[in-house]
Antibody
Framework: EVQLVQSGAEVKKPGESLKISCKGSGYSFANYWIAWVRQMPEKGLEWMGV????????RYSPSFQGQVTISADKSISTAYLQWTSLKASDTAMYYCARTTSAYDAFDIWGQGTMVTVSS | EIVLTQSPATLSLSPGERATLSCRASQSVSSFLAWYQQKPGQAPRLLIYDASNRATGIPARFSGSGSGTDFTLTISSLEPEDLAVYYCQQRNNWPTTFGPGTKVDIK
């Protein structure tokens, strides 16, 4: 079964760092792009960026460039999304999703990781 | 950045009725438009890609049409499990963008 499994919910304080993960299985992880999508509470979907695990080619939405870092380790079929200094406004559900190219539809989604940032 | 507008914001229909959801783009996206279904508490699921192609495992009651700036998702006969928010997404222009969603309520 093709699936993406994300790491568990996180509760952090403003200013803390965080790295969440997304592990792929059931397919050739290195040969598909992985995107990250943010969904703030009771809001819609926002594309953050995408990475190609085979060579770590990464593209960011202008809205998220410099705010987060996307990375991947193809040897363990895992992609990551990280922050160096969280803000309360980073509170959201974060999804990873698979796509066949940097700009294609997302055919497989992870279950989501809820990140809560509160003092 | 291409802006997608979806209408109506909420659609309330009875089981068996036909649902018609609209997505309009601020400029042409050719046929590079997808539709997703997000049920309460779940991740989104791909329904339609490239305007009219059903994704793997999607029931035939879901269909998509349109090109350029105007697109439609049709659910031919609503089932109770179709309660969800439906999002459109364009991939013709970078960055890819999503519409604000249409919530489908089942009466």
């Amino acid at each position: 079964e093709v699936q993406l499994v994300q790491s568990g919910a996180e509760v952090k304080k403003p200013g803390e760092s965080l790295k969440i993960s997304c592990k792929g299985s059931g397919y050739s992880f290195a040969n598909y792009w992985i995107a990250w999508v943010r969904q703030m509470p009771e809001k819609g979907l926002e594309w953050m960026g995408v990475i190609y695990p085979s060579d770590s080619d990464t593209r960011y939405s202008p809205s998220f460039q410099g705010q987060v870092t996307i990375s991947a380790d193809k040897s363990i079929s895992t992609a990551y999304l990280q922050w160096t200094s969280l803000k309360a406004s980073d509170t959201a559900m974060y999804y990873c999703a698979r796509t066949t190219s940097a700009y294609d539809a997302f055919d497989i989604w992870g279950q989501g990781t809820m990140v809560t940032v509160s003092s | 950045e291409i802006v997608l507008t979806q209408s109506p914001a909420t659609l309330s229909l009875s089981p068996g009725e036909r649902a018609t959801l609209s997505c309009r783009a601020s400029q042409s996206v050719s046929s590079f438009l997808a539709w997703y279904q997000q049920k309460p508490g779940q991740a989104p699921r791909l329904l339609i890609y490239d305007a009219s192609n059903r994704a793997t495992g999607i029931p035939a009651r879901f269909s998509g049409s349109g090109s350029g700036t105007d697109f439609t998702l049709t659910i031919s006969s609503l089932e109770p499990e179709d309660l969800a928010v439906y999002y459109c997404q364009q991939r013709n222009n970078w960055p890819t963008t999503f519409g604000p969603g249409t919530k489908v309520d089942i009466k």
